[in-house]
């Protein structure tokens, strides 16, 4: 008996049925949605100015070299005076005059206090006659002599014109304990003492000790001078008026190269509290440490920040040079979805393929709300389990709080979870795709990153150009500054932009190469 149906009919049959099953499945996969509501993203007000507090401080060095030569130039080199007549029972008219000349100045440093010191050489003369008084003291030793009669005839002793001479040898010591007060000025505490060898004349059988003559007057002349010095550094305004030039220099906005596409930035420097130590010295330097603190921020327009010179210094332990200067580093997020996308975009999950389906990403986005980023991502999964391969697209969105890595210098996510409304996602991509939702969570929090160190190294090149200016060697002071760390402090985001703090630390310090004139 013939069957009611032949193979052929059969056949076309099960064709038609597997036609039909093959276009059910694309007809769900094209009426499923491929998008799956958003979540709901809170408000971000726009990012505020950015107020850092930094600092310079600046220790600046005057080798004793050059304090030495400036007291060489100013020193006079020749001394003159009278003395007093020591033995006016014996002399009369007389003329005790000394010349004294100094030799080269050297000067030493230690326990915080210098020390200049000059040898002296020079002469004593005393010129005159002998008083009435000795004159007959003479007479009667040659009466005694010779016999009254003769000493008649010899007459009255008349001597005259006595000259004598010695050497002066010794030194000058003078000794500063220079302090600074809160006036922006320096008192030098300056005292001298004169040293003189133990030597002595004789005139008409007096003998005349020369450094108990001679020292008073030396001792006065130098000390005129040191007064004369004193005065005149304690009413010196040079540092003041170095430091107003300086003060005038930092308040200022300077100009910020940020990203392409991004406002142009400015960081506001204002200087508020002028700070320094008092003067030390050592061996081959007198050091005084002056600094300042400075409030910094960003601004999208150029300023003209207010900034009052300091009346007063406030005085500080000293420290060494350091140098803090805070900057951003702006991002928008559609840099940071290229740079994500670029990490995961056309990416399968799980990579090595042994999950039941494989999720491959084909777009990402981010966006910010509150204080996490919303990272959506157009997946596609096809599950591997049966021979038929169901799968489908669909948008998934996913949590992730930005937290700094400093170590390595990079923006990774925390605290990743999947958005409840991507739930529904999965559930019509198939159970087997849920299996690679694990391998999409780790994927993103170990590729999911935004490497800063390209971002650092323009956050440095930024604060270098800040610190040029004190990087230029004038006549009068040899400068140097260097940055030696960069530090990633803290971030901030609005619905656009992304901000990292960047903080440097480094070092200034100053040599002066020459000295005014004392």
């Keep these: 008996m013939r069957s009611g149906f032949?193979?052929?009919t059969i056949l076309l049959g099960i064709g038609i049925l597997a036609v039909s099953f093959f276009a059910s499945l694309k007809a769900m996969d094209w009426l499923s949605p491929h998008r799956i509501d958003k979540p709901a993203l809170a408000a971000l007000p726009p990012l505020p100015p950015v107020n850092r507090s930094s600092s310079i401080v600046v220790p600046v060095r005057i080798p004793l070299a050059l304090i030495r030569d400036a007291a060489e130039r100013a020193a006079p080199h020749h001394f003159a005076g009278k003395a007093d007549n020591p033995a006016a029972q014996i002399l009369q008219n007389a003329d005790i005059g000394w010349t004294a000349s100094r030799g080269?100045?050297?000067?030493?440093?230690?326990?915080?206090?210098?020390?200049?010191?000059?040898?002296?050489?020079?002469?004593?003369?005393?010129?005159?006659?002998?008083?009435?008084?000795a004159?007959?003291?003479?007479?009667?030793?040659?009466?005694?002599?010779?016999g009254?009669?003769?000493?008649?005839?010899?007459?009255?002793?008349?001597?005259?014109?006595?000259?004598?001479?010695?050497?002066?040898?010794?030194?000058?010591?003078?000794?500063?304990?220079?302090?600074l007060a809160g006036n922006w000025r320096i008192d030098p505490g300056i005292?001298?003492?004169?040293?003189?060898?133990?030597?002595?004349?004789?005139?008409?059988?007096?003998?005349?000790?020369?450094?108990?003559?001679?020292?008073?007057?030396?001792?006065?002349?130098v000390n005129e001078q040191i007064a004369i010095l004193q005065q005149r550094v304690r009413n010196d305004p040079a540092l003041e008026q170095d430091a107003r030039r300086q003060w005038t220099q930092m308040c200022r906005s300077?100009?910020?190269?940020?990203?392409?596409?991004?406002?142009?930035?400015?960081?506001?420097?204002?200087?508020?509290?002028?700070?320094?130590?008092?003067?030390?010295?050592?061996?081959?330097?007198?050091?005084?440490?002056?600094?300042?603190?400075?409030?910094?921020?960003i601004t999208t327009a150029a300023t003209k920040p207010d900034c009052p010179f300091p009346a007063a210094l406030v005085l500080q332990p000293?420290?060494?040079?350091?140098?803090?200067?805070?900057?951003?580093?702006?991002?928008?997020?559609?840099?940071?979805?290229?740079?994500?996308?670029?990490?995961?975009?056309?990416?399968?999950?799980?990579?090595?393929?042994?999950?039941?389906?494989?999720?491959?990403?084909?777009?990402?986005?981010?966006?910010?709300?509150?204080?996490?980023?919303?990272?959506?991502?157009?997946?596609?999964a096809k599950e591997k389990k049966s021979w038929f391969g169901f799968g489908g697209e669909a948008t998934i969105h996913i949590w992730g709080r930005p937290v700094l890595d400093q170590a390595r210098q990079?923006?990774?996510?925390?605290?990743?979870?999947?958005?409840v409304e991507s739930e529904a996602a999965f559930g019509l991509l198939g159970a087997a795709a849920q299996t690679a939702l694990p391998y999409l969570e780790r994927a993103l929090a170990e590729r999911a990153v935004v490497d800063l160190k390209p971002f650092a190294s323009d956050a440095r090149e930024k604060i270098a150009a800040v610190i040029a200016d004190f990087q230029k060697s004038e006549d009068r002071a040899k400068v140097t500054a260097e940055i030696s760390r960069l530090n990633l402090a803290s971030i901030a985001f609005d619905s656009t932009t992304l901000r990292v703090i960047a903080e440097a630390a480094g070092s200034v310090n100053v040599e002066l190469k020459t000295l005014p004139a004392l």
């Design 254 to 297: 300077i100009p910020l190269q940020g990203p392409a596409g991004m406002p142009k930035l400015h960081l506001e420097l204002k200087p508020v509290r002028a700070i320094a130590a008092q003067p030390r010295i050592d061996a081959r330097n007198v050091t005084l440490t002056i600094g300042v603190e400075a409030e910094t921020r």
């Design 191 to 221: 005292t001298a003492q004169v040293n003189l060898g133990d030597t002595n004349l004789s005139v008409a059988g007096a003998r005349v000790n020369v450094p108990s003559q001679v020292k008073p007057v030396i001792d006065k002349a």
């Design 410 to 419: 990079i923006l990774r996510l925390k605290d990743i979870r999947l958005a």
């Design 318 to 380: 000293a420290t060494t040079g350091k140098l803090n200067i805070g900057v951003p580093i702006d991002m928008t997020f559609t840099d940071i979805n290229k740079i994500i996308g670029a990490q995961l975009a056309g990416k399968t999950f799980p990579e090595d393929g042994s999950g039941a389906a494989d999720v491959t990403v084909k777009q990402v986005s981010v966006a910010a709300s509150g204080d996490q980023l919303l990272i959506s991502l157009l997946v596609h």
């Design 135 to 146: 004159q007959d003291a003479v007479g009667n030793a040659l009466a005694g002599v010779l």
């Design 6 to 8: 032949s193979f052929k």
């Design 104 to 133: 080269a100045i050297s000067a030493t440093g230690a326990n915080n206090a210098l020390s200049l010191s000059t040898p002296l050489t020079g002469a004593v003369k005393v010129t005159g006659s002998l008083s009435a008084n």
């Design 148 to 179: 009254g009669d003769i000493a008649k005839h010899v007459g009255r002793v008349n001597i005259k014109n006595l000259n004598a001479n010695a050497e002066i040898k010794g030194n000058v010591v003078m000794t500063a304990q220079p302090t």
